[in-house]
């Protein structure tokens, strides 16, 4: 019996988060349409709401509080109590100044990746789209280079304006300082502090813009790496052979499509069994050193993702020995793989029990090899198997109930963990750094956002300290910049990269001014330089092409000269064929 649909090649419904399949305008319109409102109120409310309104009032309720008991602090920072308060605000720094830190930067990020940066880069890149059409095709790099220096310098002015304006507009309505018959009025006391939050977060907004645009307008411009007529290395150089996978994007099912490609994208998990086995074959002829995966191994993080991983990666112990691994956006941010509507509220559990479960993979793949830095030594600290021990019991028992209580330690703990460090095998070998450049979003449609922690950066600075005649590759899922590459349409140009891009760049150029940057996320296949600073953009050899097409992926060698600097050489391109046979919606 034939059917009418055969149920292999799917339908509609597995495009319902594609980007391939659907426009943005579309997916929006959807979002609308099935959003749990009360969440999203909830969720504002705690995110933004309440934040900003405390924002405004604070200034106030400080006057108040100052004016009212200013002789009662006089008296309690004078004699014993001034010893006592002392040793409250040293014990809170102490014993809270990281997290409180974290939760800090946290937020200020996050008020940045919500509001700032997606205007802005819009705006860059709406830009750079005109300016760039209007080139001539002889343009050469350097032109090029000057033009996206000089977009980036007007689109943070031209963003930061309308913020100005809108200061200068509430300015009028706002209160700086405040007396004890305010409190009598708290509706007058609630709009004179709603004002002033408007006002500080449009004058951050306006800051922003402008220091985003001057930060971008003035590094390094990414460009296009070229390997042709590059003098070849001595056969004595060390030289290390690395697979860089990215996006795999494991669905768990044998015809499940996955959620950004829907039917654009191959069926299942076949391909990467295919890309597996050559990656085994590889290795045979010519022995590997490393198998990096950038992120998203997983399509939503689910349990039943992670499981087929294992299943696929089970044949070739080889691979595994040498893989290393660590977490998208896709493993730890998706809320519902088959809803972009859905949201969790900050303070869920789910969320946290797809970071266990990234935890428990990264500690199967590499618990025995990789180490966590220690902060407060300023050293390398254990293993990642010996950081996990002694929380492996409460780790289990939170997947197992998915306890409220243990939210806040899931976080904390997942926080301490990265950056990951493969340390080199020599002092002039080579080591590698695996960071977590997830935001903390709870929203399936804002799941992309990144970010690079100063305390990462510290992590960073500490293993390189630690290995001073090293070289290092630093891995990360989310692109760093956006590529110099043209586009035909606006929407190939607006991306999710790091947040605080510019500054992570600039710092790693003073660290490690020779390390190469393996990322994935966009699944571009591109490979360039910020300076000195090489930067590898891994395909995705399972999320570009349906079943019938060709995908790839890359072997690169690095290799590091007499001075101990790091080089990155032409890489060889592994083709994955499609099966022609395959006659897919699509």
Known sequence: MQPITDPRDGDAEDDASST????????????????????????????????????GLAPLLASIWLSAVSTKVAYALSGAWSALVLAAVVALGWFGGRRLFRIAEGSFWALASLAVQPVYAMAREALRHLAEAGLASRAGPATR???????????????????????????????????????????????????????????????????????????????????????????????????HLSDIHVVGEPYGFRIECGRAGPRGDDRLHRVLARIAAIHAAAPLDLVLITGDV????????????????????????????QPGNHDVNVVDRANPARLDLPFSPVKRLRQVRALSAMAAVQGGRVRVVDLAGEALGDTLDAALAPHRARLAGFADTGALRDVPFVADLWARLFPMVLPPERPDGLGIVLLDSNADTHFSFTNALGLVSTEQMRGIEIAIAAWPAASWLVALHHHVVEYPMPAKQLSERIGTALVNGSWFVRRLQRIAPDAVVMHGHRHVDWIGACGDLTIVSAPSPVMEATDDRDTAFYVHTLTSDQDGRLHLLAPERIVIPGDPSFRGAA
């Open 20 to 55: 391939r399949q659907r426009s943005l305008l579309a997916l929006a319109g959807s979002l609308l349409a099935e959003i749990s409102l009360p969440k999203l109120v909830v969720a504002w409310l705690l995110l933004i709401g309440l934040p900003g309104l405390l924002l």
């Open 145 to 243: 280079a000057r033009l996206r220096a000089a977009t980036a310098a007007v689109a943070g002015i031209a963003v930061a304006v309308p913020a100005v304006l809108l200061v200068a507009w509430l300015w009028p309505a706002t209160r700086w300082t405040g007396t004890l018959a305010d409190l009598a009025a708290p509706l007058r006391l609630a709009s004179a502090g709603i004002a002033n939050g408007v006002v500080l977060v449009a004058g951050y907004f306006a800051a922003a813009a402008a220091v985003w645009g001057f930060a971008d307008a003035t590094m390094d411009q990414p460009r296009t790496r070229r390997f042709e007529g590059e003098p070849a290395p001595p056969d004595t150089a060390p030289r290390w052979r690395i697979v």
């Open 298 to 325: 997983t399509d939503a993080g689910r349990s039943g993702e992670w499981a087929a991983f294992f299943d696929a990666l089970a044949p070739y112990p080889a691979i595994a020995a040498r893989l290393l691994i």
